[in-house]
């Protein structure tokens, strides 16, 4: 379970993601910014998405060993996974499936991080003894 410190630094960095994201959208959509600044700001965002990779890389180096493991089999199992199914996908497109954006990626890699994590649990539980089964 994360510990209250990594939580709530995910969770204040996370927010600021939302106020940037929502800042940024509405200067783009409604005209605000022009030229260069467009670029900017439309990046704008990802200052706070290096405050969630912060937070993500000290719950890290601040876990267990058992968790550490149990992170790096979810790790595995996203980056794996995340190659496995855009790769395929990519090559449906050269077969007239439709392009998709950059944006489905992220979440495809959260929810293969997440059924990792808990396939890595299941993995570290521990097994019950050998003799209950005779």
Not at 17 to 24: D, E, I, V
Not at 87 to 111: D, I, N
Request: aromatic residues 12%; glycine residues 12%; contains cysteine.
């Amino acid at each position: 379970m994360p510990g209250k410190r990594y939580l709530i630094e995910f969770v204040v960095a996370l927010l600021a993601y939302g106020l940037l994201m929502t800042l940024a959208l509405m200067a783009l959509n409604n005209g605000w910014v022009q030229g260069g600044t467009r670029t900017v700001v439309a990046i704008a965002p990802m200052v706070a998405c290096a405050g969630i990779w912060w937070a993500v890389v000290r719950h890290l180096r601040r876990s267990g060993p058992e968790e550490g493991r149990v992170q790096l089999i979810a790790i595995g199992f996203a980056f794996a996974g995340t190659a496995l199914l855009t790769f395929t996908y990519g090559f449906l497109e050269v077969a007239g499936f439709p392009r998709l954006s950059m944006f489905t990626v992220w979440p495809l890699m959260v929810l293969l991080l997440v059924v990792g994590q808990f396939l890595g649990r299941w993995l570290q539980m521990p097994e019950g003894d050998e003799n209950d089964e005779e």
